[in-house]
């Protein structure tokens, strides 16, 4: 049995004084799609530039395609894909250049180039625009060609950093489909996200990172089961309740209970009882709301704070 | 042997530098005609008319490989400050670049080499332009073009290294302004050096574009010296590895952070 793609023990990133990754441990196998959850300035990009081999580590140990990427950075370096988070097109070419000109940095042969980057093209639905210049591409066509550009050299490992950050719910739902089949293609995929909508979609395995350290790691649906109860039923206060009244009043009614700024929520294996006993308790219908426990959920209990905040 | 992938870099700069032609054709042809027009002929006129000659050399002799490599030196300025701040802060390209096999090291070393490229291709439509005006007496004047080329990589050496380790261009006009400006005026250029006070005359000793117009100018008038000129070679290859110092060091810190 081959070993993991990845495995990372106690790695560390500093920058200066500051600490961006402090001693994490993760495996991802091959064929799974692993994610890095939390929120911004939690590590995750560090990570994945180490993982990436374009950022040295600082400490601990870091195995990529089993290599070491301090020594063989340029060798694993040409059986990934990278999506970096900030656009890294090349501007001064077309869409069809930026694809050839990449193959090429991979030392593929032109002929093959030509073949593959028609074929990813469309694949990502910009074959009709392979003679458009890069900046008059959306946000998400942009992102779309970067994924493409990212296979011209068929890798083993994708790595997306934040692939629908500041897309529109259609180009986040796109992506997502393209990233889907390529999962279904058996493309191993590492993603961070902020979205636990994404990591849900997406992930077969996540780790979620808080102030540079890994908090919890599992499937979403393990994650879920071992930290938080099924369901939650959240109360929304507005400015007649007396907060810490409500909250006196709310705290024993569920498993486990969390107040955020403007809502309590409740944690309990019984949504719909525990909504009816909130409703007869002087909180008005429209103000309870009972829904399954997500990452979030998650997230919260182990960090007491929601991912959104910062 | 897998090709060097510092020549990968040279192919992307050339196949954004050939959509670019027609544009970049236009003022490598007719930008020296007019340099050469201007000062060869017009000032050239004068000049002759009351000292016969400088340096021994008819006037447009002698200003056609100055003009040469100062142009070289400048077109290599100018593209190691905005266009190298651009691939790491405003396109962010080189971070394309990074994510393939491809490392901070070859981006540097596969642009200036592009540089000298670049500017072989300009210099030798400058040369041809200055021997279509009888400016190049000697057939050894080919061997400006590599001069230009050498003095062009010294310069991208240096001021790319320079380049990535900035994060706005507010520094660039006055490099332009107050190194570049002077350097093309006082360098040998238009007039020999030996007509400066004798404290600059020393200074201008330091200045790559001498040592480049010196290797020039003795090619296009077929006059060499070999240790003089073996020492021009050596100060600016000795420009290319102090520049290179820093560039390996600063391209690999900004990039691979």
């Not at chain 2, 021994?56 to 056609?64: I, P």
């Not at chain 2, 190049?136 to 062009?152: F, M, Q």
């Not at chain 2, 400066?196 to 003795?218: C, F, K, N, T």
């Amino acid at each position: 049995m081959p070993g993991p793609l990845v495995e990372a023990r106690a790695l560390v990133k500093r920058f200066g004084s500051f600490v961006a990754v402090d001693g994490i441990d993760f495996a991802i196998d091959a064929g799974e799609a692993f994610g890095f959850l939390g929120p911004n300035g939690a590590g995750k990009t560090s990570t994945m530039r180490m993982v990436g081999c374009v950022s040295p580590r600082s400490g601990g140990e870091l195995q990529v395609l089993g290599m070491d990427p301090k020594t063989d950075g340029s060798r694993i370096r040409a059986r990934l894909g990278s999506v970096p988070q900030e656009d890294s097109l090349d501007t001064e070419l077309t869409v069809w250049d930026n694809m050839m000109i990449y193959g090429r940095y991979f030392d593929l042969p032109r002929a093959q180039i030509r073949e593959r980057a028609a074929e990813l093209l469309d694949f990502v639905q910009l074959g009709d625009r392979r003679d458009s210049r890069v900046d008059p591409l959306s946000g998400g066509m942009k992102r779309r060609l970067t994924i493409a550009r990212a296979l011209i050299n068929q890798p083993e490992l994708l790595l997306l950093d934040e692939p629908t950050t500041g897309l529109d719910p259609q180009a986040r739902h796109l992506l997502w489909d393209r990233l889907y089949e390529l999962k279904l293609a058996g493309v191993t995929l590492v993603l961070t996200t902020h979205y636990m909508d994404e990591a849900e979609q997406l992930c077969d395995r996540l780790v979620i990172m808080d102030r540079a350290r890994i908090v919890a790691e599992g499937s979403p649906r393990e994650l879920i089961a071992k930290y938080v109860t099924r369901e939650v039923v959240e109360v929304r206060l507005n400015r007649e309740h007396d907060r810490a009244l409500a909250l006196a009043k709310l705290k024993p009614m569920g498993e486990r209970v969390e107040a955020l700024a403007d809502r309590v929520l409740l944690y309990t294996h019984n949504g719909d009882a525990i909504a009816n006993a909130v409703s007869g308790n002087g909180f008005g219908d429209a103000s309870v709301l009972v829904r399954r426990a997500s990452l979030e959920d998650v997230f919260l209990i182990l960090t007491g704070r929601s991912l959104e905040e910062d | 042997m897998a090709t060097p992938q510092l020549l990968r870099v040279v192919e992307r700069e050339a196949r954004v530098y050939s959509r670019m032609w027609r544009g970049l054709g236009f003022t490598t042809f007719v930008q020296p005609a007019l340099y050469l027009a201007a000062m060869g002929l017009g000032l050239g006129g004068l000049v002759n008319a009351h000292t016969g000659s400088v340096g021994g050399v008819d006037y447009l002799d002698f200003v056609a490989p100055g003009l040469l490599v100062a142009s070289a030196m400048q077109v290599a300025c100018a593209e190691s400050l905005w266009p190298v701040l651009g691939g790491v802060k405003w396109m962010r390209y080189y971070f394309g670049i990074i994510a393939t096999p491809i490392g901070p090291v070859e981006i540097y070393g596969g642009y200036v080499l592009w540089i000298a490229l670049r500017s072989m291709l300009a210099s030798a439509a400058f040369l041809l332009v200055a021997a279509l005006l009888g400016a190049v007496p000697s057939a050894w004047g080919v061997l400006a073009i590599p001069a230009a080329a050498l003095t062009a990589a010294a310069f991208c050496a240096i001021l790319a290294a320079f380049s990535i380790t900035q994060d706005t261009d507010l520094s660039f006009p006055m490099i332009m302004r107050l190194g570049v400006l002077p350097l093309f005026l006082f360098s040998g250029t238009f007039f020999p050096v030996s007509q400066l006070p004798a404290g600059l005359r020393h200074l201008a000793l330091l200045s790559p574009l001498y040592h480049g117009v010196e290797l020039a100018r003795a090619a296009t008038t077929g006059s060499f010296s070999l240790l003089p000129d073996i020492g021009h070679v050596a100060f600016l290859v000795g420009c290319i590895a102090l520049g290179g110092v820093f560039g390996v060091r600063n391209f690999t810190r900004r990039l691979h952070a």
